[in-house]
């Protein structure tokens, strides 16, 4: 499980590392995935989501893997900047469910110049 | 690209005050949300509408009303403001057709009740 704030998931890295973060979902019928990024004071910003049908899937230097098998998605962003040093968190939704989807409680990042 | 909107980013008020959020989509979209994120609980769901004049309670909706006269407006009133509802403010919206989930939030309020 994950939580946020002052128990927040923390990863730091070094500016030019790649970054991992991770998302263990529980629910096997969802079939979208969502990841947002939440700068400090600021809304949740959309910035991939991946389907069950599909394994992978790449945007500009983020890539989003998904294991159905284990309900695990992760999310890589290659050649980390300081500007992506925000809270990352998942959210996934049911195949024919309802409008709201389940958000994961978020992993901070924090990247080192 | 989806914008939204909201009224205010940070708002002091008082005890037992009347407080109204505002929200607005630019997008045409169905659906719209109310979320207070709190350290320690994530994201939590107010109220939710899928239509016009429609509304759902989510998780938290005590203390909480909505409205939504028209369809990129959806606003969340606290009847009388308690302290217990100091938090962050966020409103979604979706577009909730042909499989269009993802929802895109606003910047957020910020809201101190002393």
């Known amino acids: 499980g994950e939580s946020v704030g002052l128990h927040l998931p923390t990863l730091s890295v070094q500016e030019g590392d790649n970054s991992i973060i991770n998302c263990a979902y529980s629910?096997?019928?969802?079939?979208?995935f969502i990841w947002y990024k939440q700068e400090s004071g600021k809304g949740p910003q959309f910035i991939i989501d991946?389907?069950?049908?599909?394994d992978k899937r790449q945007g500009q230097r983020v890539t989003v893997l998904l294991n159905k098998t284990v309900k695990h998605l992760s999310l890589q962003i290659a050649a980390t900047q300081p500007g992506d040093s925000a809270v990352y968190f998942c959210?996934?939704?049911?195949?024919?469910?309802?409008?709201?989807?389940?958000f994961g409680r978020g992993t901070s990042l924090i990247v080192h110049p | 690209d989806v914008k939204v909107t909201q009224s205010s980013r940070y708002l002091v008020k008082r005890t037992g005050e009347k407080v109204f959020l505002e929200c607005v989509q630019d997008?045409?979209?169905?659906?719209m949300f109310w979320y207070r994120q709190d350290p320690g609980l994530g994201l939590r769901l107010i109220y939710f509408?899928?239509?016009?004049?429609?509304?759902e309670k989510g998780d938290i909706p005590e203390g909480y009303s909505v409205s939504r006269e028209k369809k990129e407006r959806f606003s969340l009133i606290l009847e009388s403001a308690s302290t217990n509802q100091t938090s962050m403010y966020l409103c979604?919206?979706?577009?909730?057709?042909?499989?269009?989930?993802?929802?895109?939030f606003g910047p957020g309020t910020r809201l101190l009740v002393l």
């Open positions: 979604a919206s979706s577009d909730g057709r042909g499989g269009g989930e993802t929802q895109y």
């Open positions: 629910n096997s019928a969802s079939d979208y």
């Open positions: 991946i389907r069950s049908n599909m």
């Open positions: 959210a996934e939704k049911s195949a024919g469910g309802s409008y709201i989807p389940t």
């Open positions: 997008m045409d979209h169905e659906n």
């Open positions: 509408s899928y239509d016009v004049k429609m509304k």
